[in-house]
């Protein structure tokens, strides 16, 4: 089936207001705008989800973002139907913060953030000013932080929110590292400037970079992503036919055979 899909950079988004109500639904729901992140998630709305949905009578738009904040206002705004791109206390976060009603609806397998090889190549050979390319997004900022604290590498202040930990909040640097935040999407390339490079999984899929390259991969369960609805259309029938699909049979054949490493939703068993 050949590919359909609208990349929409963020510069172009932000000039138009949210001007793109021609990406919005249809009164019936029979056309679903799904906004995802560049990479494995799209990958999988356009070689699974999609299909499915089409098979049903549904036709489907992929718009795919380089940014964390976007896809969520989109949705809010209307012009996306569903997104997925998000762990649930990032969603958590952001909706309070900005007063959205979104509602996660279902697990999705995620590719786990981890530490990556730069300029050295193994965690033995760390030393004091050694450079750490992590995001800059406030939420996976913090998840890195907690990783390179579960690496024993920093120490973060004790009774901090986990999800807005930052920098500032490094109360004790072991390794005596040097932190560069960067936008996620270019964390794959920055691993040619510094020492190591922490990378999401999402990224380090779509860059091509193997997860067992990692030197050290995200051990908690709490971060793996969910598709996200307004919380006004959890009942409306093409949620129901999303659920179902990103639950079938076909899709978790796919997804094992495609994402090998990945983290699975919890229903699902493993």
């Not at 279902?106 to 590719?111: I, L, S």
């Not at 999402?202 to 091509?208: F, P, V």
Request: with cysteine; charged share 20%.
């Amino acid at each position: 089936m050949r590919r359909t899909f609208l990349k929409l950079p963020l510069l172009a988004l932000a000039a138009c207001s949210f001007s793109f109500s021609v990406l919005a639904a249809d009164p019936d729901n029979r056309h679903i705008v799904i906004g995802t992140t560049v990479g494995d998630f799209a990958d999988m709305v356009t070689e699974s989800i999609k299909p499915q949905l089409e098979a049903q009578g549904y036709s489907v738009e992929l718009v795919e973002f380089t940014d964390y904040v976007m896809p969520n206002l989109a949705l809010a705004e209307g012009a996306l139907d569903v997104n997925c791109f998000q762990n649930q206390p990032y969603l958590d976060t952001f909706s309070q913060d900005r007063g959205l009603s979104l509602s996660p609806i279902t697990q999705v397998p995620t590719g786990p953030m981890g530490l990556y090889a730069g300029k050295l190549n193994s965690l033995d050979e760390v030393k004091a000013g050694s450079t750490v390319a992590l995001p800059n997004d406030p939420s996976n900022q913090a998840r890195a932080l907690l990783m390179l604290e579960d690496m024993g590498w920093i120490k973060l202040r004790e009774g901090i929110e986990q999800l807005r930990a930052s920098e500032f909040d490094v109360v004790e640097n072991i390794k005596g590292i040097k932190l560069v935040p960067l936008e996620a999407a270019q964390l794959p390339r920055s691993r040619e400037d510094v020492d190591f490079s922490v990378i999401n999984g999402n990224y380090a899929a779509s860059s091509g970079i193997a997860f067992t390259e990692g030197l050290f991969l995200e051990r908690s369960y709490d971060f793996i992503n969910w598709v996200v609805v307004r919380s006004e259309d959890k009942a409306q029938p093409f949620v129901q036919d999303l659920i179902a699909a990103y639950n079938s049979d076909s899709f978790k054949e796919y997804v094992v055979e495609r994402f090998e490493g990945y983290k699975y939703p919890e229903a699902w068993g493993q």
